[in-house]
């Protein structure tokens, strides 16, 4: 065979390859490409989307974080001032009792105070009728004297 008729079929060949790949190869391959390309850029313009409201989602945060911040502050301030008065009312409570059984120890100190004179006083009445008794040797009846003593013990 000839080179040239090897050449031209060759070249012919080659051409109906090329048309064959540009009609039936080349738009699937162009086609999916493009939807690749598509999907990239979709992909990054959903990133950047995501980015912004990933941001805006922590500033978001943030400010709820602040708020919450400020109100368990005001709640701590408030639960602080509480246990202040309640602290400050114990006190008081406790300086009332301790003056009302202060009062009640020296109302009951003098009540024994008082009785310890009266019978003291009894006391002192019966050792000085014993006393005069003796002094007297003879015995005297307390009964008709009763007068006397209670004279006695008032001076007492």
């Given at each position: 065979?000839?080179?040239?008729?090897?050449?031209?079929?060759?070249?012919?060949?080659?051409?109906?390859?090329?048309?064959?790949?540009?009609?039936?190869?080349?738009?699937?391959?162009?086609?999916?490409?493009?939807?690749?390309?598509?999907?990239?850029?979709?992909?990054?313009?959903?990133?950047?989307?995501?980015?912004?409201?990933?941001?805006?989602?922590?500033?978001?945060?943030?400010?709820?974080?602040?708020?919450?911040?400020?109100?368990?502050?005001?709640?701590?301030?408030?639960?602080?001032?509480?246990?202040?008065?309640?602290v400050a009312a114990a006190e008081?409570?406790?300086?009332?009792?301790?003056?009302?059984?202060?009062?009640?120890?020296?109302?009951?100190?003098?009540?024994?105070?008082?009785?310890?004179?009266?019978?003291?006083?009894?006391?002192?009445?019966?050792?000085?009728v014993k006393g005069a008794e003796?002094?007297?040797?003879?015995?005297?009846?307390?009964?008709?004297?009763?007068?006397?003593?209670?004279?006695?013990?008032?001076?007492?």
């Open positions: 065979m000839n080179i040239n008729a090897t050449l031209f079929l060759q070249a012919i060949v080659f051409g109906v390859l090329v048309w064959f790949t540009m009609k039936f190869v080349w738009p699937p391959i162009a086609k999916a490409l493009d939807e690749r390309a598509q999907k990239i850029a979709d992909g990054l313009a959903a990133a950047d989307k995501a980015k912004t409201e990933l941001a805006s989602a922590n500033q978001k945060v943030e400010a709820q974080l602040a708020t919450s911040r400020n109100e368990t502050a005001a709640l701590l301030a408030d639960a602080e001032r509480r246990a202040q008065g309640i008081d409570k406790a300086k009332e009792e301790a003056a009302r059984i202060i009062a009640a120890a020296k109302a009951e100190a003098a009540q024994q105070i008082i009785k310890a004179r009266e019978a003291l006083r009894d006391d002192v009445a019966t050792l000085a003796q002094i007297l040797r003879k015995e005297v009846n307390a009964s008709v004297h009763a007068d006397l003593l209670t004279r006695l013990k008032t001076e007492l």
